[in-house]
Nanobody
Framework: QVQPVESGGGSVQAGESLRLSCAVA???????????MAWFRRGPGKEREGVAS??????KYTDSVKGRFTISEDNAKNTLYLQMNSLQPEDTGMYYC??????????????????????????WGQGTQVTVSS
């Protein structure tokens, strides 16, 4: 069974950076039809929200992190990353890695991009905590 394992969370001051990692042990053939991988987060008292998502050829970010966060993948290591710069207190939360078998996209106004919908993802990690203080 595919199981993502997150790491890299911690406590930082506003303006600092963190890089989250998500190691995924893919089973044979899982990636043959493409994979969508994403980061979600749940802040204190908030619902879980999509932060960044990627397919092999495209990425998508929620508006609040554009220009500050970068999602990337090392295929050789089967690891997904989230580089988070200029962190703010509102970025505080539990960050989850999610994986979907296949290319999961959303289309709006003729433009399609990697999905940030929870329901599109099949497998979830346990999460890693990020705390940003002012």
């Amino acid at each position: 069974q595919v199981q993502p394992v997150e790491s890299g969370g911690g406590s930082v001051q506003a303006g600092e950076s963190l890089r989250l990692s998500c190691a995924v042990a893919f089973t044979a053939g899982y990636r043959s039809g493409g994979v969508t991988m994403a980061w979600f987060r749940r802040g204190p008292g908030k619902e879980r929200e999509g932060v960044a998502s990627k397919t092999p050829s495209n990425t998508k970010y929620t508006d609040s992190v554009k220009g500050r966060f970068t999602i990337s993948e090392d295929n050789a290591k089967n690891t997904l990353y989230l580089q988070m710069n200029s962190l703010q207190p509102e970025d505080t939360g539990m960050y989850y890695c999610a994986v979907a078998n296949g290319l999961r996209t959303e289309c709006r106004g003729g433009n399609c991009f990697p999905s940030l919908r929870e329901a599109d993802f099949d497998v979830w990690g346990q999460g890693t905590q990020v705390t940003v203080s002012s």
